[in-house]
């Protein structure tokens, strides 16, 4: 089982800045991609920007030029710097991690954090 710490949400004025982090750990042999999500009151959740461990990543359109994904390999750890940050980036976010079972070695194995909520006030 594996356990996902977010932390770094919060309040803050539109055109700020916030730093989220997620650390996983648990029965992790290896992470392949690493992601933030987000859901705002009546959407669905959508995918805000993933990250492989070659590095590769992906945004949504909407944070393109905003917000930054980062991973730390030795610290199990992803971040997500979100800059000029807009009222329509409020949501609860969430960290994903797709990894493989060091019990099992299964790979493929998705799990979810609590979620982190970010108000953006206009």
């Known amino acids: 089982q594996v356990q996902l710490v977010e932390s770094g949400g919060g309040l803050v004025q539109a055109g700020g800045s916030l730093r989220l982090s997620c650390a996983a750990s648990?029965?992790?042999?290896?992470?392949?991609?690493m992601g933030w999500y987000r859901q705002a009151p009546g959407k669905q959740r959508e995918l805000v920007a993933s990250?492989?461990?070659?590095?590769?990543?992906n945004y949504a359109d909407s944070v393109k030029g905003r917000f930054t994904i980062s991973r730390d390999n030795a610290k199990n750890t992803v971040y997500l710097q979100m800059n000029s940050l807009k009222h329509e980036d409020t949501a609860v976010y969430y960290c994903?991690?797709?990894?493989?079972?060091?019990?099992?070695?299964?790979?493929?194995?998705?799990?979810w954090g609590r979620g982190t909520q970010v108000t953006v006030s206009s």
């Open positions: 994903n991690v797709n990894y493989r079972d060091i019990r099992t070695m299964i790979r493929g194995i998705s799990s």
């Open positions: 648990g029965s992790i042999f290896s992470i392949n991609a």
């Open positions: 990250i492989t461990n070659d590095g590769s990543t």
